[in-house]
């Protein structure tokens, strides 16, 4: 026996619809930057929330646009190549002595 219900069918707690609708929309309305995925944009959101939504307004206007989409390299395999010789957005923006103090 494998120790698996037969008569249990699985089903989907959230759908696309209700992840779309409701946990994104949440997500981005009342983030945490206490338990961030990305410290910097964390640091930069909880000490200097005015150069937060500038950040994030350059990244809108730079990585949501017909232009950049039409620049990228999609592979047949769906991965993503960028044409350009920009940063990774995973590179920090800081200085180690611009980072000291920004506990989160």
Known sequence: S?????EYVWSALYDLGNIFDSFLPQLLAYPNPVDPLN???AALYLHKPQQYKEKVK????????VEYVDRMDVTKGG???EDSDDESSMSSDYTDDECNGMEL
């Open 79 to 81: 991965e993503v190549n």
């Open 2 to 6: 494998s120790g698996i219900n037969a």
């Open 58 to 65: 350059e990244y809108v206007d730079k990585y949501a646009s």
């Open 39 to 41: 410290g910097d944009a």
